[in-house]
């Protein structure tokens, strides 16, 4: 596809997969509405973008924040062509300790916000006639990992609203994608509640936004990141008890952390 005179939102472009996203997006000469949380790393990725960026400050959680995108990036270029919707926080921490509160924004963040995003961009592609959506899930999405269970859940949410869009939208001219994304090298490794089990090889940013763009050239409905992740989701789908204990193995819950959630339990409900 040609890039030049398209206008596609990206969110959270801060670091890692966002940050790749904007700048390829940038190199393609497309014109950009970027956001994310942090004022500093944004307008970093804003300047190396170029001029035709425009660079929101905000949390996607916010609604009224993220309808503002899509109004933004018609009044400063006309016109909306791209939707990646990116940004999204983790939530490893042992279930006993998770929070009401915790489990809202997460669910904010991961699921609400882009789905809020692709009805408010469905309107002017819908008027254009042409319109891509890609949203950024994960493997967790397809298969649950330990201690992820609200991740997890916002991440399958995702996968299956985006599913579900492909055939709302069919023949609209409205493409979506899913990018089930597996372990790559970005900060979120660095913000978990606990320490992750999780030693083996990451991926870079690039190889996710290269996914991105093959979605959108090719019309593609989804993609693996890496590829060969779908072997271990036919596992759980072809042996579900087998997948949950190799998943035990690999992070079990310490026998420790339950005694004290039940310590706890038996205190407030003698």
Same mark, same amino acid.
């Given at each position: 596809?040609?890039?030049?005179?398209?206008?596609?939102?990206?969110?959270?472009?801060?670091?890692?997969?966002?940050?790749q996203l904007?700048?390829?997006f940038?190199?393609?000469?497309?014109s950009?509405?970027?956001?994310?949380?942090?004022?500093e790393?944004?307008?970093?990725?804003?300047?190396a973008?170029?001029?035709?960026?425009?660079?929101?400050?905000?949390?996607?959680?916010?609604?009224?924040?993220t309808d503002?995108?899509?109004?933004?990036?018609?009044?400063?270029?006309?016109?909306?062509?791209?939707?990646?919707?990116?940004?999204?926080?983790?939530?490893?921490?042992?279930l006993?300790?998770?929070? /009401?509160?915790?489990?809202?924004?997460?669910?904010?963040?991961?699921? &609400? !916000? =882009?789905?809020?995003?692709t009805?408010? +961009?469905m *309107?002017?592609?819908l008027?254009?006639?042409e319109?891509?959506?890609?949203?950024?899930?994960?493997?967790?999405?397809?298969l649950p990992?330990?201690?992820e269970?609200?991740?997890?859940?916002?991440?399958f949410?995702?996968?299956g609203f985006?599913?579900?869009?492909g055939?709302?939208?069919?023949?609209?001219?409205?493409?979506?994608?899913?990018?089930h994304?597996?372990?790559?090298?970005?900060?979120?490794w660095?913000?978990?509640?606990?320490?992750?089990?999780?030693?083996?090889?990451k991926?870079?940013p690039?190889?996710?936004?290269a996914?991105?763009f093959d979605?959108?050239?090719?019309?593609?409905?989804?993609?693996?990141? /890496?590829?060969?992740?779908?072997?271990?989701w036919?596992?759980?789908? &072809? !042996? =579900?008890?087998?997948?949950?204990?190799? +998943?035990? *193995?690999?992070?079990?819950?310490?026998?420790?952390v339950i005694?004290?959630?039940?310590?706890?339990?038996?205190?407030?409900?003698?």
């Amino acid at each position: 596809m040609d890039y030049h005179g398209r206008t596609a939102i990206i969110t959270g472009v801060s670091s890692g997969i966002g940050r790749q996203l904007a700048l390829d997006f940038a190199a393609r000469g497309a014109s950009l509405v970027v956001c994310a949380r942090r004022a500093e790393p944004l307008a970093e990725v804003a300047r190396a973008c170029g001029p035709n960026v425009e660079a929101l400050v905000g949390d996607v959680a916010d609604r009224a924040f993220t309808d503002g995108l899509v109004t933004r990036a018609l009044a400063r270029f006309g016109r909306l062509d791209v939707v990646v919707n990116n940004a999204g926080i983790s939530k490893h921490k042992q279930l006993y300790d998770v929070t /009401p509160d915790e489990i809202e924004y997460v669910m904010r963040v991961n699921f &609400l !916000a =882009p789905a809020w995003l692709t009805l408010a +961009a469905m *309107r002017p592609m819908l008027a254009r006639g042409e319109g891509w959506i890609v949203n950024v899930s994960s493997v967790a999405g397809k298969l649950p990992p330990p201690r992820e269970a609200v991740y997890a859940a916002s991440k399958f949410a995702l996968t299956g609203f985006t599913e579900g869009c492909g055939l709302d939208l069919a023949g609209s001219g409205i493409h979506t994608a899913v990018i089930h994304v597996g372990p790559i090298d970005t900060e979120i490794w660095q913000k978990t509640d606990e320490p992750t089990a999780f030693q083996g090889r990451k991926l870079p940013p690039s190889a996710v936004s290269a996914a991105v763009f093959d979605c959108i050239a090719r019309r593609r409905h989804e993609a693996w990141v /890496p590829w060969t992740m779908r072997f271990a989701w036919l596992l759980r789908v &072809l !042996a =579900p008890g087998m997948f949950r204990a190799g +998943a035990a *193995r690999f992070d079990p819950v310490p026998p420790a952390v339950i005694e004290r959630a039940r310590v706890s339990a038996r205190s407030a409900h003698p």
